[in-house]
């Protein structure tokens, strides 16, 4: 399926009436069937296109939930991960996961992070789909694997929840508390030298 240049492509809309009369017709817009909009291999090739998705949680391996808990679905796959992948490889563009840090447990009222060391709900979005990830505390950019990945997912966990994490990171990769808590520093720092992300924990950008 090939990109119709100077046509705004979708493939479903709903809106006012005003909104349907705008479109009934009108030249600029094209309707293609979901199957062909949501064609990665055909996003990737629109430059500077970026696509954001909320996510349930995120562990330290990069997977993502987002469409089901541990036995619940809650939504359809849709377009999203497709869109994503589209978004991860067009040049200039990127693919953004954003969630909160924590959330409230319903039955207990206890404070849960959404961070996690290994999720147990069903993945939507693969180690290999993720790209950057984004909390209130911060952006990570899992650009390595292993180690240095799970640490620069932690950062950007709540405060409350780090000291775990950095702790079940060191038993994981067998390394010592102390250098799992350098290598955070040195990732804060790449972040705030290179692209601006602040961070409060090493006083980084306030």
């Given at each position: 399926?090939?990109?119709?240049?100077?046509?705004?492509?979708?493939?479903?809309?709903?809106?006012?009436?005003?909104?349907?009369?705008?479109?009934?017709?009108?030249?600029?817009?094209?309707?293609?069937?979901?199957?062909?909009?949501?064609?990665?291999?055909?996003?990737?090739?629109i430059?500077?296109?970026?696509?954001?998705?909320?996510?349930?949680?995120?562990?330290?391996?990069?997977?993502?939930?987002?469409?089901?808990?541990e036995?619940?679905?809650?939504?359809?796959?849709?377009?999203?991960?497709?869109?994503?992948r589209?978004?991860?490889?067009?040049?200039?563009?990127?693919?953004?996961?954003?969630?909160h840090?924590?959330?409230?447990?319903?039955?207990?009222?206890?404070?849960?992070?959404?961070?996690?060391?290994?999720?147990?709900?069903?993945?939507?979005?693969?180690?290999?789909?993720?790209?950057?990830?984004?909390?209130e505390?911060?952006?990570?950019?899992?650009?390595?694997?292993?180690?240095?990945?799970?640490?620069?997912?932690?950062?950007?966990?709540?405060?409350?929840?780090?000291?775990?994490?950095?702790?079940?990171?060191a038993r994981?990769?067998?390394?010592?508390?102390?250098?799992?808590?350098?290598?955070?520093?040195?990732?804060?720092?790449?972040?705030?030298?290179?692209?601006?992300?602040?961070?409060a924990?090493?006083?980084?950008?306030?």
């Amino acid at each position: 399926v090939e990109l119709v240049k100077g046509k705004v492509e979708y493939t479903f809309a709903e809106g006012e009436a005003k909104d349907i009369k705008w479109l009934d017709n009108n030249k600029r817009v094209l309707a293609r069937p979901t199957r062909e909009i949501n064609d990665w291999n055909k996003s990737s090739r629109i430059p500077k296109l970026w696509s954001v998705n909320t996510v349930l949680e995120v562990d330290t391996y990069g997977q993502a939930p987002a469409h089901a808990t541990e036995s619940k679905w809650l939504s359809g796959f849709g377009g999203a991960v497709n869109f994503a992948r589209g978004a991860k490889d067009s040049k200039g563009g990127g693919s953004v996961l954003v969630l909160h840090s924590t959330r409230r447990s319903k039955k207990s009222g206890k404070l849960l992070s959404n961070v996690v060391s290994q999720t147990r709900k069903l993945v939507t979005y693969s180690a290999a789909d993720t790209q950057y990830i984004v909390t209130e505390h911060g952006i990570a950019l899992p650009w390595a694997m292993g180690f240095e990945r799970a640490v620069a997912i932690a950062n950007i966990a709540d405060p409350a929840f780090r000291k775990g994490q950095r702790r079940t990171i060191a038993r994981r990769y067998k390394r010592s508390v102390g250098e799992v808590e350098a290598l955070s520093r040195s990732i804060a720092e790449k972040m705030w030298n290179e692209y601006g992300v602040a961070s409060a924990e090493y006083g980084l950008g306030e």
